[in-house]
């Protein structure tokens, strides 16, 4: 080749500056980035509905009873917790077994929890037994109980995998759960101790001794400690030691004011009341727990105040918003 053709060639060639210069030039659309969906309500697993998960034709040869007797029941004391942490509780009982079956948004199951239940086993809680075992199906994590008496039997792991199988086969047809989503205002748990502190104990109870407790016994029901579990909740109570004996129980619901009137309506007798920092109070007029036992939300959360006995609840729980709103 010439060293005239050669240059002739050379200055065919493609600039890669160009090249280059063509592309960064051409436009690039943004990706869009989805907004998240907020629940102000919670999606629950298997259409919130307990025959969902097992028929009661279904669960009568597991607990021992006719399929007229073994209608599930999710009207438990820790419903709206659970429900808020998009989850369902569902009993069972027969003239055999009493079961429990909890069904949550695996996200919404601490990892702990989740380790707890991996291995079918069977566990003294205080004066009876659960043998339970858990599954993650999809986007749900389920657990199944039987409740047993103070000696622990052997694993029933075949019964156990009879429920979780039949729950497995019927999850898919039913919308992903979803908990409530935390906002803005959203309380924030507070320890015990801390939230003692600011209630000044002592003005409400009294100057005797007091210790941290409400004097129940044992680790609570499955519900409570399933609730309690997923941070849907948290219990705080203050009982004095020496007569005339006095009690402070405070609730905690983060997220929960989607329940206030079902929980409400639990009360058949009720009053409106005025507290500071509230959108909405309640004092239930039936005493079954406590003398004084109030329901309170800000209407993104909500707050249960029980006193015994009777005292100023209203200003109990005007202190207990203002310190759990300081702290969301």
């Not at 639990?266 to 005493?287: I, K, M, Q």
Request: charged content about 20%.
């Amino acid at each position: 080749m010439t060293l005239l053709a050669a240059v002739a060639l050379a200055g065919c060639a493609a600039d890669p500056r160009s090249s280059l210069s063509s592309r960064s030039a051409t436009p690039i659309a943004p990706v869009a980035t989805p907004t998240p969906t907020i629940y102000f309500e919670p999606v629950l697993p298997f259409g919130g509905d307990c025959e969902n998960i097992l028929s009661s034709t279904d669960a009568a040869p597991i607990v021992g009873a006719d399929p007229a007797t073994s209608i599930a029941s999710a009207d438990i004391d820790w419903r709206y917790p659970i429900e808020t942490a998009g989850g369902i509780f569902c009993t069972w009982v027969g003239d055999d077994e009493h079961l429990e079956v909890v069904a949550l948004p695996t996200e919404s199951v601490p990892v702990e929890l989740q380790q707890t239940y991996a291995s079918a086993d069977c566990d003294v809680k205080y004066d009876w037994s659960e043998c339970a075992l858990a599954r993650t199906i999809g986007d749900v994590w389920v657990l199944a109980s039987f409740l047993e008496g103070m000696e622990a039997p052997p694993v029933p792991r075949e019964e156990l995998d009879a429920v979780l199988d039949i729950a497995a086969s019927r999850a898919a047809a039913f919308a992903s759960p979803e908990a409530v989503t935390r906002v803005g205002d959203t309380w924030d748990l507070p320890e015990c101790g801390d939230l003692a502190s600011g209630l000044e104990l002592q003005t409400i109870l009294g100057n005797a001794e007091i210790y941290e407790g409400l004097g129940t016994e044992g680790p609570g029901s499955p519900d409570k400690r399933i609730a309690v579990s997923t941070g849907a909740m948290r219990e705080c109570g203050w009982t004095t030691l020496e007569a005339p004996f006095a009690q402070l129980a405070v609730i905690i619901e983060p997220n929960a004011a989607w329940s206030f009137e079902a929980q409400r309506s639990r009360n058949p007798s009720t009053e409106p009341v005025d507290v500071l920092g509230a959108g909405t109070a309640f004092r239930n007029l039936d005493g079954y727990s406590y003398e004084q036992d109030l329901l309170v939300t800000d209407s993104v959360n909500i707050l249960q105040i029980g006193l015994s006995p009777s005292g100023d609840d209203v200003a109990v729980a005007a202190i207990a918003l203002r310190l759990l709103a300081s702290s969301d």
